[in-house]
């Protein structure tokens, strides 16, 4: 966390009227000081703790791509932003088959106000700002549920709940770049789409929730090679939307 914000943003410079942001609700791992979420310290760095990849993703469209970014500072396993208050998963107490019994009990009200009201006030701030065009979602998924599951051939999916009109244009576009696309993939807008049904669909914003498998973005190399692309496929998009 910077300065006790569960958020940063960044390339705020060059944001202009009508151009493209990216927000990423679960670009890190951090667990501020005074919460024991009682689990091993490796599994802050697996895919339950943090959507792996997506941080340098963001840093570098904001940075070199022009797309400023609003970025968490908290891990999802301490507030999931990307989840209403009212839900569970809020404060989840399981993810991928381990329990997380530092949260069973916990204060929800308390991490509610430090973090995931913040985190939304300040989103909301930054969109009215920018005025965009097209949102950006950023996500990442693992090839493989470690608790069973089928394996995800997709290295690129786009979620949507009920606007899909930049969605269906990007699935198009991803495609022509010879890359398996999943729709609605792994996981469905139709249930996750949180941020985006409160941020975009609510204002009528067109965006793109983009999902990337993590093993595409595992390295500076990936990342890089994907902030590249997205600037490049979801530009495009943002002119037909």
Known sequence: MIDGLPYRQVGMDSMRPGGLVCVADHASNHVPAGIDLGIDRALLDDHIAVDIGVEGIADRLAR???IPAH???VSRLVCDFHRKEDEPGVVPTE???????GNIGADIEKRLDLYHRPYHAALAKFIAAAKPRMIIALHSFTPKLASGGADRPWEVA???NQDDRAAQHAM???RQQGLTVGDNEPYSGKQLNATMDRHAEAAGIPYCTVEIRQDQIANEAG???WALMLADVLGRVALEV
């Open 223 to 225: 990342q890089a090679r």
């Open 158 to 160: 786009l979620l949507y």
């Open 95 to 101: 993810s991928d088959g381990h329990l997380i019994p």
């Open 71 to 73: 970025i968490a500072t």
């Open 64 to 66: 070199r791509h022009n």
């Open 172 to 174: 198009r576009l991803f």
